[in-house]
């Protein structure tokens, strides 16, 4: 999965809030006025996606061991597994990004 600077760019306004009626990501404005107040920045999203993709997958791992103990649906197995991966992949994606733009900045020359 590949993820565009501008693909990335409109996440990352979409989970903080930004640019809904500015544009994509407030363009034109200077990092922190397109920060809204009280936001941690990229690394408070980061936490986030990263904390809601465990609770995902907690889930998940809850409704396959119900589903083994016979309490529990095969659908909703199926569904928490389905949602566990899918926000699985966002992160593994994010990072693959961030591993790029860190890789892309150290190459730079000064």
């Not at 903080?16 to 999203?45: C, D, N, S």
């Not at 649906?73 to 994010?94: H, N, Q, S």
Request: aromatic fraction near 2%.
């Amino acid at each position: 999965m590949s993820i565009g600077a501008l693909d990335a760019m409109t996440a990352y306004g979409r989970a903080l809030g930004v640019g809904a009626e500015q544009g994509i990501g407030g363009l034109g404005e200077t990092a922190a006025a397109a920060t809204p107040k009280g936001a941690g920045g990229f690394g408070t999203m980061v936490e986030s996606l990263v904390s809601t993709t465990a609770a995902a997958l907690r889930t998940a791992e809850s409704a396959g061991v119900k589903q083994v103990a016979g309490k529990g649906d095969l659908i909703d197995v199926v569904t928490a597994m389905g949602a566990a991966e899918t926000a699985l992949d966002t992160v593994v994606a994010v990072r693959d990004r961030m591993v790029s733009a860190y890789s892309e900045i150290m190459r730079l020359q000064i």
